[in-house]
């Protein structure tokens, strides 16, 4: 299953056809506090009742890299952790993303991440 067509499903569906769900008028970049620079992005990934670990997304032509600074252990136990690649002793971490996102966003980029640390919450519980 792709994640990110399936997050670009749910977030362009309108109001008006049943079953569907309506497109957020406020972007997941503003209502998160992301910032861009440039061709980067900054910013919390966050969950509910989980916490929120420091962000940053970086964009060269089409391809996205995605960054987390000291992301949960828990992260360990989920099956893309071989896609979490420790890039200094600061604490950062680049994730490879196996595809990019089929929309080109950024907010699509940060929906995944933080499906993955939701999801690596789920199997430590």
Not at 14 to 41: C, F, I
Not at 69 to 87: A, D, G, I, S
């Amino acid at each position: 299953m792709n994640l990110f067509d399936n997050w670009l499903t749910r977030a362009s569906q309108t109001r008006g056809h049943p079953g569907m769900v309506a497109r957020q008028s406020t972007s997941l970049l503003n209502e998160r506090g992301w910032k861009q620079l440039g061709d980067s992005y900054s910013g919390p990934y966050a969950l509910k009742k989980r916490g929120t670990w420091q962000g940053r997304i970086e964009k060269r032509g089409d391809i996205f890299t995605p960054l987390i600074k000291n992301p949960p252990e828990v992260v360990r136990l989920h099956p893309k952790f071989h896609c979490f690649h420790q890039t200094d002793d600061r604490g950062w971490w680049r994730i490879h993303l196996q595809r990019q996102p089929a929309d080109a966003h950024p907010a699509s980029v940060i929906a995944y991440v933080e499906q993955i640390l939701e999801a690596s919450f789920r199997l430590a519980e």
